[in-house]
Every structure is written in structure tokens, then in C-alpha cells.
């Protein structure tokens, strides 16, 4: 489907619901339906009012001896005006319960892909568990046949602030002769690219375990005719969100890459951090995993999790936060860095002593810049590729 096909599709107009038009859920019929439904109860006022409906009283308890004793001869009159009502109040819960005629569509779909270099093209990508179109930018496979997939997640902007893998490093020619299909999804922002329980007034509605596990490598593997092989690596914010979502997603992805970030969440100091990526897109925490620290925060947390990581390809990757040459002139940000180093070491030390000892890489120099991510994405991908057959 194209893009003006489906900008068509979405357009609320009176063809695109079916000829039937909607107001507030409640179709044109069916508001033409209670209306004939109201003017016949009006007819049938006057009959209704003259029929008295006998009802026996409830028992009424003696003031003295505290026994209950029947009124005799009670009768209640039930207006036409109280049937009425319950009879409206009847349709109108049926009508109110009728599914719309013309919802979103339900699957997946590309919507569209558009060439934008060799072997590059943006491909938007429909997700019915967020209801809009996600844009994804994607480097097809050298080579002949099918390929795996890398799904590389950006930082807090979710790329949309123009600071990305695609925007700040080599990823376009340092995968220019590699078998794999590379996937650079855009959005996401301040988001933890995890399922959101409510949707939030500032966030809006967030769904990215699904999208990322579900939705968007279904897309991919029909459109590029991939093997169904996949690996996952993330950065700074999304650097614990890719550990998570090979935790939670565990048929879909055999290797992950954690780039300084900080793979745990439902502690005092996890909770801390994860808030304040929320809170400084505006977004609120207890939207995203209800109660801090609670049994939602402690799920997605991948050093309680780590175990479900068995038998996966695991690479971390940190700095010492001391800025140095492989920060080629960016901009240093120690104290972030120095975190990362210390969030990393110990989710290293956690997977050892489960006895699945993680490719672990602490560098002495390295201050939270997009040239020491590149060159650790370009350590990490022999481990990544080996993993999925790349």
C-alpha cells in the first residue's frame, strides 16, 4: 500500500467509514434508530401509564417484637416514565457496546519503502499496538540470499532529534559489505522502547516491546526475505532496553550488544535513572511501569532476569568516563560515562557468576561519545555476526 493510498485510508471521511458515517462511535443509523425507538415509547406513554404493576412489599419489621410482618394490600405503581428509562437505558448500553464498523486495520503492514541510497531505504512501517506509522531506516544485506538482521537502537531523541547511529557514525559504509540487513528504527523517544501500561498526556502511547519483538521483525523478515536470525544492540538509554527486549523476547533475538547504559532498573539508584529518561521527555514513570520498584519495574529488570539471557551471545561494552582520542572531538560527558562503567562492570559480574560469562570490554579512556560508540560497535560485530550466522 503507498503512502497516499494509506494517508487516504486513515482520513476520517464519510467514504473511508463505510458510507455509514460515525458520530462519537454511534453510527448515523443507529442514532436514527433511537430516535424511532424514543417517539414510539412517546406513543405508547399514555397506554404504559394506565397499567399498574403489582408488587408485593418487602417484609416490614414490627417495632415491638422485632418480627418481620407483610404489608397488606401494597401496591406500586411503575410509571410509564421509569419504564421508559430502563428501556432507553437498555438500547443505548447495546448501542454503545457495537463495535466500530471501520477500526484500524489489525496486522502488521509496510506501508511503504523509499530508496534513499545503495542498498539503503526508509521502510514505514504500520503497528497496530501503536496505532501510527513508524519510519525505519535500513542497510540491505550484501550479497546474494538471505541474511540475519541487527536492529540497532539510538539513544534518549529515539533519532528523531537527529542524533542517531545513521546520523553520528560509519554504520552506512561499515556495513556496506556485510551479509546482514541492518535496522535503524526512528521514535521511541525518552521512551525505554518497552510497553508502557497507560498511555501517558505528554509520552502518548508507547509499545515498543511489541513493535521491537514482534511487530517490526515480522515486517522485515517478509519484506527483505531475511533468514529470521536477529540481533539487538543499543546505546545509552537504549543500551539496558536491548537487554531487556532479549530477555523478553527470547525466540527472536540470539545476541545483544549493551553500549554504555545501565542494564538494571528496579532498585533505588535503577529507578532513579529510568525516571529521569521518563521524566525528561516529560513523560510519568508510573505510566510506564506503575509503582516504583514494584512487580512491573522488577520484570524488565535484566540483572534480576539475567538467567533468561542463557545460551545468547551477550556483548557489553563501557568507558572510565576520562575523556581520550577515541572520542574524535565529540562531546564528553564523564559523568555519564563513568555510570554507564559502573552500571556495565556489574551486569558483567552478574551474568559470571551465573556462570554465563558475557564478551566484556571496560575501556580506560572514553567519555560518552558517538566515536567511542562506533568503535565499539565495530569490536562487538565478529561476536554479533558469528551469532546469527551473518
Known sequence: MGAQRWAEWRQPSAARQ???????????????????????????????????VPRTAPPERSANAGEPRAVSGYNEQVTASKLCALVACAIAASVVLVRPACAAPQA???????????????????SPAMN?????????????????????????????????????????????DKHVNVVLPTGGAFS?????????????RNRWQTYLTRELPAAVDTQLGTTGRNAIGGVSMSAGSAIDLAVQASDVYSAVASYSGCPWTSDPAGIAMASAVVMRGGGNPAN?????????????????????????????SAASGIPGPIDRGGIPSPIIEAIASSCTGSFAARLTDLGMPPIYLNRPLGSHTWGQFETDLHDSWPHLARAIGA
Open 18 to 52: 463505510c458510507s455509514r458515517g460515525r458520530l462519537g462511535g454511534v453510527g448515523l443509523m443507529e442514532v436514527a434508530s433511537l430516535s424511532r425507538i424514543r417517539d414510539w415509547l412517546r406513543r405508547s406513554r399514555t397506554a404504559l401509564s394506565r397499567t399498574a
Open 192 to 204: 525505554l522502547y518497552t510497553d508502557w501500561l497507560a498511555d501517558d498526556p505528554i509520552a502518548g
Open 108 to 126: 502488521v503492514e509496510v506501508v511503504d519503502e523509499v530508496s534513499i541510497g545503495d542498498r539503503m531505504s526508509r521502510i514505514d512501517v504500520y
Open 288 to 316: 510506564m511501569w506503575g509503582s516504583p520498584g514494584g512487580e512491573v519495574w522488577r520484570s524488565h529488570d535484566p540483572s534480576i532476569n539475567a538467567g533468561r539471557l542463557a545460551g545468547k551471545t551477550v556483548y557489553l
Open 132 to 176: 501510527r506509522v513508524i519510519s525505519n531506516r535500513v542497510i540491505r544485506a550484501a550479497g546474494d540470499g538471505p541474511a540475519p538482521t541487527l536492529y540497532l537502537l539510538t539513544g534518549a531523541g529515539g533519532a528523531e532529534d537527529g542524533i542517531s547511529w545513521w546520523d553520528d557514525t560509519d554504520v552506512r559504509d561499515f556495513f556496506a
